[in-house]
C-alpha cells in the first residue's frame, strides 16, 4: 500500500505535505491524524484546525463582544484517505475537533467552532452530521459551545 496520502481532492493532499509542516512550525494551527495501528507512517486522515476571527456579521448576529469579531475555533481542513472513507474516521476526527474547543472553551474563552465545507462533503455535515449551514449559504457552519456540548453528549 503506498504511504502517500491522497483524498480524491489535491488541493487537501497537497496542504497536509507542504503547509502544516510550516503552519506547525510556525504554530499557527494544529493538526490531529488518523494513522493505521501497525504502520504509524501511514497518515488515514487528518484535521487541521486553528483561532480565528469571525466577523460578527457572519453570524448575522448582534456584536456581543468588545471588539467586531468572535474568537471561535477554525476547522480548516478535514481530510480522509479515499481508501479509509466511510469507516468512520472523518466523524472521528470531527468530533476530536469539537472535544478540543469544547475542553479549551472555558480556558481560553471561545464562542464556537466554525467551518466552511467542500461541495462533495456538504452531505456529509448536514445529512449525516445533521448541522445546520448559515442561511443563506449552503457551505457555511457555526456551531456554539452549547450546541457542541449536546453533541458531544448524545
Ligand atoms: C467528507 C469526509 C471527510 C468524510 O470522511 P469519512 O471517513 O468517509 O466519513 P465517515 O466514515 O466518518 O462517515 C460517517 C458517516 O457519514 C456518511 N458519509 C460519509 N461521507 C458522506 C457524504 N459525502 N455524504 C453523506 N454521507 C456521508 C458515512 O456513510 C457514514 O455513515 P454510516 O455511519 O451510517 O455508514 C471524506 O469523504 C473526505 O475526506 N472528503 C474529501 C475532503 C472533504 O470534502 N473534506 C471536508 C471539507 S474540508
Request: glycine content about 8%.
Amino acid at each position: 500500500m503506498s504511504l502517500g496520502f491522497s483524498s480524491g481532492e489535491q488541493e487537501l493532499d497537497r496542504f497536509l505535505y507542504k503547509s502544516v509542516p510550516q503552519y506547525h512550525e510556525n504554530n499557527a494551527g494544529i493538526t490531529y491524524v488518523a494513522v493505521h495501528v501497525d504502520k504509524p507512517e501511514l497518515i488515514l486522515g487528518y484535521h487541521y484546525f486553528c483561532a480565528a476571527a469571525l466577523p460578527h456579521d457572519t453570524l448575522g448576529a448582534q456584536k456581543l463582544t468588545h471588539t467586531h469579531h468572535y474568537p471561535v475555533l477554525k476547522f480548516h481542513t478535514l481530510a480522509v484517505d479515499s481508501r479509509q472513507k466511510k469507516k468512520g474516521i472523518g466523524a472521528l476526527l470531527f468530533f476530536e475537533g469539537l472535544d478540543a474547543a469544547h475542553r479549551a472553551a472555558p480556558i481560553i474563552g471561545l464562542h464556537g467552532v466554525y467551518f466552511e465545507a467542500l461541495d462533495s462533503a456538504r452531505t456529509f455535515y448536514s445529512e449525516y452530521l445533521g448541522l445546520k449551514p448559515i442561511a443563506p449559504s449552503k457551505t457555511k457552519f457555526f456551531l456554539s459551545i452549547d450546541d457542541i456540548a449536546r453533541l458531544l453528549a448524545a
